[in-house]
């Protein structure tokens, strides 16, 4: 399988590996060049209620708060209020070479995954080198920052909620002031588990098929879940996952009372919202709001995996609501 358009870098495997227990691979990228191509569905009579985009060559920003408080620092979203969400902010990071972000806090909740590179990240009291495969959770009022000391930029996926506020309307990231560190232990050396931060050793990937670890998923023929970050995390406001179709899985169409965003990291997957169909391969993305009725299956032969955030938490039961479920009662509108 290739790898996310401008990537050029392995699939992180806790082996090294290029091939995963169940062939799902997440590709490290120097630059996961972002930038998003917009593609949206167009209806007359019914209002859109999603969003596809794709990665490309364009470069990212560092966005207007951070250009005093970083070096080598920017962002590409591709989740924020501009494409109709309210929940949720999302994107990819990117710190180059020697790049510093100064101490913040946010009056919203962070949590990340680590695509590639190695970083220094003080999160409150810790301060960890963190390195791909890494996840975790900054709560609400944290202090954090970060720092890359090596000669490789570093990249990773950064989910927000509650969705951070327009610049022009108010604020809501302030920079504390303070050194940010330059040594840390890689955290696979420390004693004891940082409650707040994980790792994701692609050998242990759920079986397909086999018990959900998302809660108020039931087993679903051909597809295995991965939560990083979720209410037994300690997360108040999201969750963060990766979920892989092996070929020939599917879930039918349903909506959600939150919000849902979806980063293809390998295969091809067919995906349908409000009605239309879109065939999404690596470095695609599909955000999908409140409401929407959306569904997924890989008709290819190889696996399909994506890296999905969800907001507001979902609920502990009736996550689903299906459309089976309820066509046995016929009538009329």
Known sequence: MAPIPGAGGPR?????????AHGCGIYASRTVLPSFSIRISMYRTAPVMHHVS????????????????????RRATYVDHTMGSVHMGVGICYLDPNGVIQPHVHSFEESFYILSGTIIAQIGERNDELSAGHFGLISTGVRHSWRNTREQPASWLEMQAPQPRPIESARDTFFAGGDVPSVAVPLAQQDGANALVGYFDQSRLPRPGGPSQMEGFNPTAGVAIKMFVD????????SLFLIQYMPGAKIDPHDHTFEESYLVVSGRVRATADGQTYDLGEGEVIWTSVGCIHSFENAGSDP????????????????????????HLGGTL
């Open 12 to 20: 992180l495997s806790a082996t090294g590996s290029h091939d995963s």
């Open 54 to 73: 794709k990665i490309n060559g364009a470069a990212p920003r560092t966005p207007e708060l951070y250009d005093k408080h970083s070096t080598g620092f």
């Open 231 to 238: 209410r037994s995390f300690g997360a108040v406001h999201q």
């Open 304 to 327: 399909v995996c994506w890296i999905e955030t969800q907001a507001p938490l979902p609920p502990s039961k009736e996550v689903f609501r299906f459309e089976r479920d309820w066509l």
